[in-house]
């Protein structure tokens, strides 16, 4: 923890050269908040640094969880010197958005922001996206700590133990390198379709990291361009697939990996047919007079929300609200395993159909032998258990951070879609949390609820609850 709190000081380099850049008045702050951040991180490191042994299961289970709360914990002390008044709640709320690529946001006036303060805030969207987990995956084998159960601990999915080469470490900084170069390829796209540099970096950062943090109040809509919007809509679904994909298309120079993910085809398939039900949906009702305008904003609005992004071009919750209800489901279940996303994952949904087929075949042919395939493969029954009992706890814990946030006052509608965009760390809800507002006007408890279920959605459920366990502290 003491070394990776050091690295993450690195980070800060970033928003102390934008504020160079753009004399912004508030680069002392952030030297201020990266010599803490790495003074911390030698505090803990120095007293432990004789005692060394790999890793086990729980060990990596822990780190996981305790490097995001320590990492979002840390970020937030340039934003508590800058902003005026601003809590320590709301600035770990802003931070864990961040880190955990949610998007959701306590803070307005965001164009008034020093620019230094946007660059952090989408730098952590950025970093989070991939994993600052995995990141270290290639730095703890050189402190002598070995990385193998840190990745498992980071992407408990049900594909989890396939790696890409030979050496974990190699495998993350291969995963890194694509990342790196999708998102180079999206701030390049945005400033030649008419974004400056600051907005195209940090719109590239959120779109690749399924972020949704904008430099504006208005989020994409202050734009109003439907060429920066289809740029975004590109690289949104990008982040959606599987960077893995990624990386066999670049190693084999060949786009058929694409064609061979299941998974991918099946998220494809899954956001095009929304998108044309959706968009004629409102056509017919008369909410836009032609197809193609409708078209336009359902495109982009549900592709934001389906691939848990977090942007938004126009107030979709005045839209009749089988839409953006939909748009809120596809949050649960639309993205890929390995992708910048959450929720459930399109893998899992996959399972999850073909074992509820097998169930309903076996009441006719009780003694079919009928294995779940994904993609011709086989998968063991050992996965499709694993996968139940993930939709059990998601489940559950969307059903009782829901009623919790009922408890302390909140409508339904904002109740329940807050907890569904924190958990699937898609950003923006309806009502009180919808496009057109964010969450400050939640109180405390109502924001630590929100922000425990972002912590839980990005780790997906089995990483956090199981430190809650007794058998996980039983030697």
């Known amino acids: 923890m003491g070394m990776m709190l050091v690295f993450f000081g690195l980070t800060y380099l970033m928003p102390i050269a934008t504020s ?69 709640t709301d600035a770990f709320f802003e931070t864990m958005s961040g880190l955990t690529t949610t ?30 987990i995995v990141l270290a995956v290639a730095i703890l084998p050189l402190l002598g700590v070995g990385g193998m159960q840190l990745y498992k601990a980071e992407t408990p999915g049900p594909m989890k133990d396939s790696k890409l080469t030979p050496r974990i470490a190699s495998t993350a900084k291969a995963l890194w390198l694509v990342y790196f170069g999708i ?17 195209a970096i940090c719109h590239a950062f959120a779109a690749l990291s399924l972020g949704g943090f904008s430099t504006y109040d208005a989020s994409v809509g202050q734009f109003n361009s439907p060429e920066i919007e289809a740029v975004l809509i590109f690289f949104m679904m990008a982040a959606g697939f599987n960077f893995a994909t990624h990386f066999l298309v ?60 977090g942007f938004a071009s126009v107030d979709y919750d005045k839209w009749p609200i089988f839409v953006p ?22 893998i ?7 074992q509820g087929l097998r169930e309903l075949q076996k009441l006719i042919h009780p003694a079919v032998v009928n294995p779940i395939r ?18 059990f706890l998601y489940a559950l814990t969307v059903g009782e951070l829901t009623f919790l946030l009922i408890a302390s006052g909140m409508d339904f509608i904002s109740a329940f879609t807050a907890i569904i965009a924190c958990i699937n760390n898609a950003g923006l809800g309806l009502n009180a949390v919808g496009p057109a507002q964010n969450f400050q006007s939640l109180t405390d408890f109502q924001t630590w609820i929100c922000t425990l279920a972002m912590l839980a959605g990005r780790l997906e459920i089995f990483t956090f609850f199981v430190l809650f366990t007794p058998y996980f502290w039983r030697r």
């Not at 306590?106 to 950025?126: C, Q």
């Not at 064609?259 to 008369?286: H, N, P, Q």
């Not at 993609?375 to 258990?385: D, K, L, N, V």
Request: proline share 4%.
């Open 183 to 199: 998102t180079v390829a999206c701030i390049l796209s945005l400033k030649v379709v008419g974004m400056n540099w600051l907005d």
């Open 374 to 391: 994904i993609g011709g493969t086989p998968i063991p029954q050992s996965i499709a258990g694993a996968v139940l009992g993930f939709i």
């Open 250 to 309: 670049l190693r084999d120079r060949s786009p058929m990996a694409y064609w061979r993910d299941t998974e991918a085809k099946a998220f494809v398939l899954l956001i095009v047919s929304s998108t044309l039900v959706c968009t004629t949906y409102l056509w017919e009702l008369g909410v836009y007079e032609e197809w193609l305008t409708a078209l336009r904003h359902v495109a982009f609005n549900l592709v934001s929300i389906a691939t848990d992004c």
């Open 103 to 132: 998007g959701s946001t306590v803070l307005t006036g965001i164009e008034h922001l020093p620019p230094a303060v946007n660059i952090w805030r989408h730098e952590l969207n950025w970093l989070g996206g991939m994993g600052i």
């Open 325 to 346: 209800m939909w748009m809120l489901f596809l949050s649960c279940i639309a993205v890929c395993s390995g992708s910048t996303g959450g929720g459930i994952k399109m």
């Open 348 to 354: 899992r949904t996959l399972i999850l159909t073909q």
């Open 20 to 88: 160079i850049i753009y004399e912004d008045g508030v680069l002392f702050e952030f030297i201020d908040a990266m010599v803490f951040c790495m003074l911390a991180g030698l505090g803990l490191w120095w007293p432990t640094r004789r005692f060394k042994r790999e890793l086990q299961p729980r060990d990596g289970f822990l780190l996981v969880t305790l490097a995001w709360v320590m990492m979002a914990a840390i970020a937030t002390v340039p934003l508590m010197l800058i902003i005026p008044n601003f809590s320590f």
